[in-house]
């Protein structure tokens, strides 16, 4: 039995639009139907990004603390923080996550020793704050962050995905174009 022996099937976004279009059982017609469809597909991507669907996009980052400062302002691609630990010594501690009202409800956010929990703060540009304050400035925050998917951009661009979400992107533009 003959197999083709390769793995790289891809599809640009100008043939993942069309594949959409013809599963509404229509036809790509004009420009402006082209310019449509790539921004349903960004906000596709968007909505993948603020359901967490997108795991292939979870990357290790980390910064140093700086001593008597108890955040940290990340990239602006970070969209969540999947799990963080602290670094000293080459030990490694879990850091706990905590919500905003916990960490309002802190009453002396001024402490200083070793950070055990983090907040995330969801803005445009996200804040990691850490609790108690860092009291050194030579530990590493070590964390996981769900990042955000590139934006379809050139229509030959493939998108920022891996093989086995094609079939659901192109369903996802298909219910946003029908």
């Known amino acids: 039995m003959a197999t083709s022996g ?3 099937f891809d599809l640009s976004v100008d043939e993942l639009i069309e594949e959409a279009y013809e ?12 310019e449509t469809a790539r921004r349903s597909l960004n ?18 980052s980390n910064f140093t603390v700086t ?33 905003r009202s916990d960490f309002l409800y802190t009453p002396n956010k001024s402490t200083e020793s070793k950070p055990s929990q983090f907040f995330l703060e969801r803005h445009i540009t996200p804040r990691l704050y850490l609790y108690p304050t860092p ?37 996802g533009l298909a219910y946003y174009l029908a």
């Open 43 to 60: 906000l596709l991507i968007a909505e993948w990004g603020n359901r967490g669907l997108n795991q292939w996009l979870i990357t290790k």
């Open 135 to 171: 009291e050194n400035s030579t530990d590493i925050i070590y964390y996981y962050a769900l990042t955000r998917m590139q934006d379809a951009g050139d229509y030959t661009n493939n998108m920022e995905t891996v093989f086995r979400f094609l079939p659901c992107m192109t369903a």
């Open 67 to 99: 001593e008597g400062t108890n955040y940290e302002d990340l990239g602006t691609d970070v969209v969540d923080i999947t799990s963080a630990v602290i670094q000293r010594d080459n030990v490694d501690y879990q850091l706990t996550r905590i919500s």
């Open 23 to 34: 599963r509404c059982g229509l036809e790509l017609r004009t420009g402006y139907d082209l």
């Open 6 to 8: 390769t793995t790289s």
